[in-house]
């Protein structure tokens, strides 16, 4: 029998979700990594993507589409991410419009020049890639369901 961890995952408007899990998966900036009950203590940054994680005693994995955040793990697992949806609350047509979006904006100023346009050129990228997590959540995700 697994033994099972508490895992939290926290927005700025709200908990989003809180249980027992088995396993989570996340999105790190060095790719995607997985923690148990009984992992070493980490701290680590998230990059957009999806989190998965299988609820104690399931077979199944749920998921969900999260922006950039951290995630700490110690006795529990506590994830902080700036945004979060489970896929069947992500509206596909407008993701694709503030995607589309974006990339016009890009296209209009990636040859700007200046401190605060380089900034701004990171944050598009950064939109680009929260609505393309999105959208692709919204299809399935990305992993192979047990």
Known sequence: MTK??????ITPECLFFRGEVDLVI???????????????????????????????GSKDY???????????????????VDAAEWPGDIDVERANNEKERAELWLQQHQSDSGDENEERIFLARVSIKKQMSRMKAAKGGTRIRR
């Open 4 to 9: 099972s961890v508490k895992l939290e995952i």
């Open 26 to 56: 996340v999105r790190t900036l060095s790719g995607d990594e997985g923690f148990m009950a009984g992992h070493t203590w980490a701290c680590k940054l998230l990059d957009v993507g999806e989190i998965w994680f299988q609820e104690a």
């Open 62 to 80: 749920k998921f969900l589409a999260a922006a950039r955040g951290f995630i700490e793990v110690r006795d529990s697992i506590v994830i902080f």
